[in-house]
């Protein structure tokens, strides 16, 4: 067992910058509150692209009211433990929402919008999951678990 899953001690969490030199953050487990900050944020990307779409197409008010109506109510079934609210984590926003519920405690003047750049880079992406599971174990999907070997 980490000794930051026995004391919620920051975790080192070192990434690279487009440049090629490393920057290094300190993250935490995430909390029940993070957890339902999570589920919001993924609520409201589901909200931004239905609002974002109807822009962009020529409807009535009567529609866009409509449409926005259902986009909330869908909005609301979506979790990031169900394969809609997966595919919106599965983003680099999505990750980087992730990456900033694990740093913002040690790094509080960072913004999510900042750490997106990180997340473009595959590498960055794969440590920053990497860590998430070690400073959250129970709380990988079934899918992420390395099979059980038979003795």
Known sequence: MLSSELTEAPYPLKLFKKDGTEEE??????????????????QSQVVAIA???????EVTQAQYDEEMGIAYTSALGVSIYEPRGVAVVNTPAGVARIFWQMIRKEHPTIKHKDLIGYCR???N???ILSVFRKLNPGDTAPEDEEPEKNE
């Not at 953050?25 to 993924?42: G, K, M, N, R």
């Not at 609002?51 to 197409?57: D, G, P, V």
């Open 25 to 42: 953050f300190l993250a935490s487990p995430l909390t029940d509150q993070d957890y339902d900050s999570l589920d919001h944020w993924v």
């Open 51 to 57: 609002r974002n779409s109807l822009r962009e197409s």
């Open 121 to 123: 880079q595959i590498e």
């Open 125 to 127: 992406r794969t440590e």
